[in-house]
């Protein structure tokens, strides 16, 4: 992420608080993407030195297997220690950059399958919004869907209605939005 970035959500923003938790997750995600690349590189680099390793203490008669579990390990820990800041730092970064946003319901227009997959294989979804404002704006957003499962969106979701919220009332910032819930769901709930 860039500062530019950072310094568009924190102009966004309405209240000193918010751009202050703005700066703060956008720093731990900057903190948490270098541990996630150190680790990816720790682990590329600890394969080729494990397996000569492995050859070395072959030809020399050494049974070290303690040497291989921290190789590996350490590597699998500084990697996933960044993958799960990089997910904290990024959830809390997109709530503190819609913090101040208005929040409107509208309806699913569109679900899109993106070609990529998450990282289990699950396939992956665009829903296209519309929202209808006071004074008649049309909002159109888009919202990424990861599915968690194999089943995910359908047609069927066309004209549900959706709970979301934004920062602004560009009726073309397409990538202005932050899934907030299903307002159905809430109605279902309360029988």
């Known amino acids: 992420m860039t500062s530019e970035q950072t310094d568009e959500w924190m102009s966004r923003a309405k209240t000193q608080e918010t ?3 703005i700066r703060r997750w956008s720093r731990w995600e900057g903190v948490s993407q270098w541990i ?9 680099a600890s394969v080729p030195v494990g397996i000569g390793l492995g050859i070395w203490f072959w030809v020399a008669g050494v049974e070290r297997f303690d040497v291989f579990v921290w190789l ?3 590597s699998t820990g500084v990697l996933l220690i960044g993958a799960a800041l990089d997910s904290g730092a990024g959830s809390r970064l997109a709530e503190a950059r819609f913090a101040d946003g ?4 509208g309806a699913v227009e569109k679900v899109i399958e993106l070609p990529q997959n998450d990282a289990d294989g699950n396939p992956t979804f665009c829903l296209a919004l ?3 404002l006071p004074g008649g704006t049309v909002l159109r957003r888009t919202i990424h869907w990861g599915s968690g499962d194999s089943s995910g ?7 549900r209605a959706i709970r979301f919220r934004h920062n602004t009332s560009d009726p073309d910032d397409e990538h202005d939005a932050l899934f907030v819930g299903w ?3 809430a109605k279902e709930s309360r029988r």
């Not at 996630?36 to 590329?44: K, N, S, V």
């Not at 969106?153 to 004209?159: A, K, N």
């Open 153 to 159: 969106p359908d047609d069927r979701w066309i004209g």
């Open 72 to 74: 590996y390990g350490s």
């Open 36 to 44: 996630l690349m150190i680790g990816a590189l720790a682990f590329a």
């Open 130 to 132: 519309r929202a209808g």
């Open 183 to 185: 307002p159905d769901d």
């Open 19 to 21: 751009r202050a938790r």
């Open 102 to 105: 208005q929040c409107t319901t």
